[in-house]
């Protein structure tokens, strides 16, 4: 196994941080690109959407996460980390997106009308499955969590926070773009 593919997997395994990486902006590129190809991709699985308005998602919320770690590790005063925490978490994103492929395949569309939820018309096969979506998105949450631990000098807590709050600012961010 290359050594960069052994560090992906420690990475998501809590085993190693995003300091392992090598530093390269061209590692960095690849990651970008293939994360947000896949990312598309792995959109239009589950719900009814296209690939252009995917990819376009896809693209945004990682150049928002790019943003957003570039400018946290400058307060900071850690900017020289960027190149492999941005590493770090887009090769995590590029992992779990891989791993969630088959489950978003097996789980087949999510059934929805007018955006909601059609409780009645979730299958058995969704049903099963959802405890383990439940368990593949804390684990990310976790992998994510200590790359940012050991980039920005957090706790493993703190980390988590910072995807809260994360979360809660491209939520809005996403809903203003789309104007919902």
């Not at 489950?103 to 007018?114: R, S």
């Amino acid at each position: 196994m290359p050594p960069v593919v052994e560090i992906f997997r420690d990475l998501v395994l809590l085993r190693r941080g995003p300091q392992d990486l090598p530093y390269s902006t061209q590692l960095l590129a690849v990651l970008a690109v293939a994360c947000i190809v896949v990312q598309a991709v792995a959109r239009t699985i589950p719900a009814p959407i296209g690939l252009g308005e995917s990819l376009l998602s896809a693209l945004f919320e990682t150049l928002l996460l790019l943003a957003a770690l570039r400018l946290v590790l400058r307060a900071r005063d850690l900017g020289s980390r960027f190149v492999q925490a941005a590493s770090g978490l887009v090769g995590c994103n590029l992992i779990f997106t891989l791993i969630n492929i088959p489950v978003a395949l097996a789980f087949g569309k999510i059934p929805l009308e007018a955006g909601r939820l059609v409780p009645e018309q979730v299958t058995p096969t969704q049903m099963l499955l959802s405890p383990l979506i439940l368990a593949l998105g804390i684990w990310q949450l976790a992998a994510t969590a200590n790359v940012l631990r050991h980039s920005l000098n957090l706790s493993f807590a703190g980390g988590i926070a910072l995807i809260f709050g994360w979360i809660v600012l491209l939520s809005l961010l996403l809903s203003l773009v789309a104007g919902t």
